[in-house]
């Protein structure tokens, strides 16, 4: 995984979204290569950019030639009831997959969106509500949102704080938090967490792991990453590494809620290590 780190660091040093994004099938597949995938995105993006010739600088213009490109002709599903349920699907996640099943989670329909965006030079902020992400774009008259998820549908001011409104009632948000902006790292880093989530739910423990080394790439001081390998070590019988990894967690998070758990966990592994050497 050290190559992959590395490749991961490297792009994210360059704020290169598209493949920071795609790097991330290595956590399926770590034989997996980018470069068909790059391509394709790229001649989603010329065709864009074609569309745009008559008006490089009208940015909403822009806009429609992404939709049109992206759900029309290539038929990438956006917002229906059958692609909600995707919380324990992790081909939803990977950017590759969803280039070929056209089906994806709203935070990677977003991501490939924004990467067009980046490719035919409108300028964005990526806005994460409740499980559902916009982006705000500015032109002349000011600023408006896109709703990636809802094939590119773009909404004036009023609209889009409806939908903070509602969000904040469904999630029951903060009036403090009523939405966060995420960079190139952000939304790698939420990717890379909900893969975690449903491996680990779904007791893939190699690929769990995979995505637990691709997160210490943007928290490598992290100690609950630490304890999450330390667990994940467990269960792949690599206890000498997951004691290791608990010790440190337990060193740097004396009064963490699960300490009491976690010093069992860890005092069950060095007696059974004992046992066995």
Known sequence: MEDVKNELARHLNRADLMRSILVLGKI????????VF???ILELASKVWQRSMKARHDVIFKLQNINTVL????????????YKHIIDDPTR?????????KVGSPLIVTSLYSILCDQVGITYQCIALHNHYYLRVSDATGDFFVDPFDSGRILAEGEF?????SSMQRGRMAQTSLY???????????????????????????EALRAVEVLTVLYPQSPELTRDRGILYCEMEYFSKAIEDL????????????????????SMLRGYHEIVN
Do not use: C, G, M, N
Request: no cysteine.
């Open 28 to 35: 399926a597949d770590p034989t997996f290569t980018d470069e």
């Open 38 to 40: 790059v391509e394709k």
């Open 71 to 82: 759900f029309k002709e290539f038929e990438l599903k956006s917002k229906d009831e059958r």
């Open 93 to 101: 996640l990977y950017l590759h997959r969803v280039l070929k099943t």
């Open 161 to 165: 704080q409806k939908k903070v409104r």
């Open 180 to 206: 966060e902006i995420l960079d190139t790292r952000q939304v790698v880093s939420r990717i890379a967490h909900q893969l975690k989530h449903i491996y680990i739910l779904k007791s893939a423990a190699f």
């Open 247 to 266: 010790r440190l967690y337990l060193k740097r998070r004396p009064e963490a809620d699960d300490v009491k758990e976690i010093k069992k966990l860890a």
